[in-house]
């Protein structure tokens, strides 16, 4: 297995978690979630040398897809998105973006993520996990790392917090339900990091998180 980096960006006015999955063996990196700044990420990217093999998004609200245009452009590299939330790329009230005065939209053709495929960018292997109820579309990422789990979850888990639901595409039952039977089944010491705030893990999520707790 690679010996996998996480690099945390926080960007924009939401301070949206922006993160950088490289492979320390070989520089092949990808992003998950580049919501703003681009070209602060662009600048990142250059630093860091690595191999940028694609852009992952765990949902399609605005502030998680606002530099993707740009870095797509520059980089010339594929785009993934689950397709029920894909709509929202091209559509500012649909992303949320509108709301805030940003207008945020991209026309770059994307990729379907799709439930329990895995996702190889060279020797990393990523689990795409269907975590509707923040949105439709909404899924997070996990990469099994022998035993160092990793777990990417956009907006649905946070440190002892979750998504919200009360959005458009939202769904309180939808959302409980991906969290105990998509996220909750993983790996007790698997590290998770979410679209904002702080990293946990599963195991301190399941017994203290404020909204759902293991059964």
């Given amino acids: 297995m690679p010996n996998i980096k996480i690099k945390t960006?926080?960007?924009?006015?939401?301070?949206?978690?922006c993160y950088l999955v490289i492979d320390g063996e070989t520089n092949d990196a990808v992003l998950i979630?580049?919501?703003?700044?681009?070209?602060?990420?662009?600048?990142?990217?250059d630093d860091e040398k690595v191999a940028l093999r694609g852009v992952l998004l765990t949902h399609g609200h605005g502030d998680h897809i606002?530099?993707?245009?740009?870095i797509i452009s520059e980089k010339n590299i594929p785009l993934w998105i689950h397709s029920d939330d894909a709509v929202m790329l091209t559509d500012s009230e649909k992303n949320l973006s509108a709301m805030l005065g940003l207008f945020i939209t991209?026309?770059?053709?994307y990729n379907d993520l799709i439930d329990d495929e895995t996702i190889n960018f060279g020797s990393i292997q990523?689990?795409?996990?269907h975590t509707p109820g923040h949105t439709r579309g909404g899924v997070s990422f996990f990469i099994q790392n022998e035993n160092n789990p990793i777990l990417l979850s956009g907006d649905t888990?946070?440190?002892?917090?979750v998504g919200r639901c009360d959005l458009p595409g939202g769904s309180w039952e939808t959302l409980r339900k991906s969290i105990l039977e998509k996220l909750y089944v993983l790996p007790d010491n698997t590290v998770v990091y979410p679209g904002h705030g702080d990293?946990?893990?599963?195991g301190n999520e399941k017994t203290t998180n404020n909204y759902v707790k293991a059964l």
């Fill in 157 to 161: 888990l946070f440190k002892g917090d």
């Fill in 199 to 202: 990293i946990s893990t599963i």
């Fill in 126 to 129: 990523i689990k795409v996990l």
């Fill in 9 to 17: 960006i926080p960007v924009g006015p939401l301070e949206t978690n």
């Fill in 106 to 109: 991209t026309d770059h053709p």
């Fill in 66 to 70: 606002g530099a993707v245009g740009k």
């Fill in 33 to 45: 979630d580049p919501g703003s700044e681009a070209d602060n990420l662009l600048s990142i990217l």
